[in-house]
């Protein structure tokens, strides 16, 4: 009988725990993604060809310059919304530095740091960036203007755009150099 209500107990310790885990985990979600009702799908309205305009948004360089996304198009584009701290987005850094090096000069890399200044800094995206030697270029969103106009609820998030700045696709979580590859030339 003890032995069941050791059970018993234990069992309703995990569940708790499973809830409150849950409870926590969609908590602090909430408070890491824009509160913007999805602006990407009302910003990006805007269809041309079938595809949707790629929303416009300003950044700041690694010189504290402001950088409009607008002024990039010309060429096929990687948009990487990223930050120091998430381990998926460290993981598949190396890989778009790889990719960069060797068709850096044909597509326009655009790699987001999402400063908010609590959990991300300029200052923390930089020291990585140099840390890791990556030579593509960094801007930082620390307005959140960049992550407001595209709902980023998830990082890493990687958008492709065409030459004429539409959305061609949007994949979450980290990928590897030969889906990079396979969706850049798709951009061509």
């Known amino acids: 009988m003890a032995k069941n209500t050791r059970t018993l107990t234990l069992i309703t310790v995990l569940v708790l ?12 979600g909430g408070e890491a ?20 305009k790629a929303p416009d948004f300003t950044v700041v360089d690694v010189n504290g310059k402001n950088v409009s ?10 948009l990487n919304f990223w930050a120091s701290w ?4 460290r993981g598949e850094m190396p890989e778009f530095n790889k990719v960069y090096g060797s068709v850096g000069s044909q597509v326009t890399f655009v790699m987001v740091d999402l400063t908010d200044g609590r959990r991300e800094t300029k ?12 030579s593509f270029p960094v801007y930082f969103d ?10 980023v ?7 492709f755009i065409d030459r004429d700045g539409n959305i061609v696709k949007e994949l979450q979580g980290a ?14």
């Open 17 to 28: 725990l499973i809830i409150v885990g849950a409870f926590a985990y969609h908590r602090l």
């Open 33 to 52: 993604a824009p509160q913007n009702d999805n602006p990407a799908k009302q910003n990006s309205g805007q269809v041309e060809n079938g595809r949707k």
């Open 69 to 78: 996304l607008s002024k990039l198009f010309g060429k096929p584009m990687v």
């Open 86 to 89: 998430c381990p998926p987005c």
């Open 123 to 134: 200052e923390s995206g930089m020291r990585f960036i140099k840390e890791q030697d990556f």
């Open 142 to 151: 620390t307005k959140q203007d960049a992550a407001t106009q595209y709902a």
């Open 153 to 159: 609820g998830a990082i890493p998030t990687t958008i």
């Open 175 to 188: 990928i590897d150099e030969g889906t990079l590859l396979q969706q850049i030339e798709l951009l061509k």
